[in-house]
């Protein structure tokens, strides 16, 4: 029987964007490098909790709906 020990996330701050504000309807590029098994989720949150809408290139992982 095999087993996988379990890491705890790792944020690498070099390659993570640090706080970020931009004017309505302006594009913004979010970066996060973290590392951790099982493999860590990195979810944006805005500090006055509307939603965020992710818009992707195809050369990105996931797509997704943000909300609090």
Known sequence: METQSKLPPD?????T?????VEEGDN???SCSASGH???RI????EDGDHIILQV???DVQKEYIDR
């Open 28 to 30: 913004v590029t979010l």
């Open 43 to 46: 979810l944006w949150r805005r």
């Open 57 to 59: 290139t195809p050369n």
């Open 38 to 40: 099982p493999e860590p």
């Open 17 to 21: 964007s640090s706080d970020v504000t």
């Open 11 to 15: 944020i690498d701050d070099t390659g």
